[in-house]
């Protein structure tokens, strides 16, 4: 029986047609973002580089593997030619190719420096996002939130916790941090923000914990945007902001969207005021939430408030209630980390290995949306299925 006619298209046309990526030549690969990262290792007898090392689990991850044994067996069944498209060469002095054993990269990940790591995963995402599209009127929001890794939870309880910052349009996470134990998200907000190149334009989302005088401070010095909700944590603004007189503003937004079981119907309404009790607010926004569950029918009506630095010129309510939403794309992030990489699932717990792995499920996720891909679950089956893909993603191959 004759091929399928499909069979007959060579691999790397068929990758490149469907993962097409210009990058320029100047923006440094994922080896040598790698490469920035202090090796822990001493430096005698070692076989293969960090950078290496690092490169294979960051395959692995992008062909589906949701654990460091998972990683082992992809390296250990990946064929020569594609191990040495990543750096793993034959050496002359042993009789057999040695790779990376799972002990030796479990090893490894207990003991790199998990801040390097996202800061060199954040940059390589950074410098391939596509350039704006709608010259100087689009505005581009970055969501900051948190997610605790439940199945890494240390012998004396604590849960690792690492804040990122999400970009809405892209859906890439350009930045992130473990929250110490003797910390919290507050203190983390500024040092995570620092190792974003440049905040200059950006609209920073984030949810009621974050809104801090000092944060509000911290972006207006990065020439950054914000929109933050007003709570508990702010009682006077939230009472300055109740007692705007609403009903005489007119309804500006008004959105119905349909979804986990239940039906949405969104209102906004905008009001510039010039005395906020915020450091550098300019407008004051109410959101009126009324949801119907679609099982039971019952309805509930929330009314949230939140005040913003873009001025009207700056941002109609129409875009002010699109930054506001995709805040929670953040939270997709953490839904696709825990059901396609069973994230939370994990048992993972020594040193920095659950940090790491968590750094690579975000590079894996940046690298399919950098190709358009939608279906994340699909794509990782996809890659399992023909160990060259993984490479075409990051740009190895």
Not at 218 to 233: E, F, S, T
Not at 255 to 260: E, R, V, Y
Not at 265 to 276: F, H, P, Q, S, Y
Not at 327 to 353: C, M, P, Y
């Amino acid at each position: 029986m004759p091929a399928d006619a499909s069979s007959l298209i060579p691999p790397a046309l068929d990758q490149l047609r469907e993962y097409p990526r210009v990058v320029p030549e100047e923006v440094p690969g994922l080896l040598e973002r790698l490469a920035e990262v202090p090796d822990p290792r001493d430096p005698r007898g070692l076989r293969h580089t960090l950078a290496v090392v690092l490169a294979l689990t960051a395959c692995a991850v992008l062909a589906g593997a949701t654990s460091l044994l998972a990683v082992g067996e992809w390296i250990a069944d990946t064929p020569a030619h594609v191990l040495e498209q990543i750096g793993v060469g034959p050496d002359p002095a042993l009789p057999k190719r040695v790779l990376p054993t799972e002990t030796t990269v479990r090893r490894l990940l207990a003991r790199v420096d998990g801040d390097a790591l996202d800061r060199v995963i954040g940059r390589w995402l950074a410098d391939r996002r596509p350039k704006a599209a709608g010259g100087a009127t689009e505005l581009r929001g970055l969501a900051v939130d948190g997610k605790s890794l439940r199945g890494a939870a240390k012998a004396t309880g604590r849960k690792i916790h690492l804040l990122a910052a999400l970009e809405h349009t892209t859906g890439l996470v350009l930045a992130q941090l473990d929250v110490g134990e003797k910390t919290s998200e507050i203190t983390c907000f500024q040092p995570l923000l620092d190792t974003v190149a440049d905040l200059a334009g950006l609209v920073i989302t984030s949810d009621a914990m974050h809104t801090q005088r000092e944060h509000a401070e911290y972006l207006l010095g990065r020439q950054a945007h914000y929109i933050v909700i007003a709570k508990g944590n702010q009682k006077n603004l939230r009472k300055q902001l109740k007692s705007l007189p609403w009903r005489d503003i007119p309804l500006q937004g008004r959105t119905k969207a349909t979804g986990h079981g239940r039906s949405e119907i969104r209102r906004i309404k905008v009001a510039t005021v010039d005395n906020l009790l915020f450091p550098g607010a300019r407008q004051a926004i109410q959101i009126k939430r009324r949801r119907t569950d679609r099982k039971t029918g019952k309805t509930t009506i929330k009314t949230d408030y939140a005040v913003t630095t873009l001025t009207a010129e700056q941002a109609s309510p129409t875009q002010l209630a699109q930054l506001i939403r995709d805040h929670w794309k953040i939270e997709a992030l953490h839904h696709v980390r825990d059901t396609s990489f069973a994230e939370d699932a994990s048992q993972l717990r020594t040193g920095n290995a659950p940090r790491a792995m968590a750094a690579w499920r975000n590079l894996a996720i940046g690298a399919l949306k950098l190709a358009g891909v939608t279906n994340i679950a699909a794509a990782l089956r996809r890659n399992a299925r023909d160990l060259q893909r993984p490479l075409v993603l990051l740009g190895l191959a």
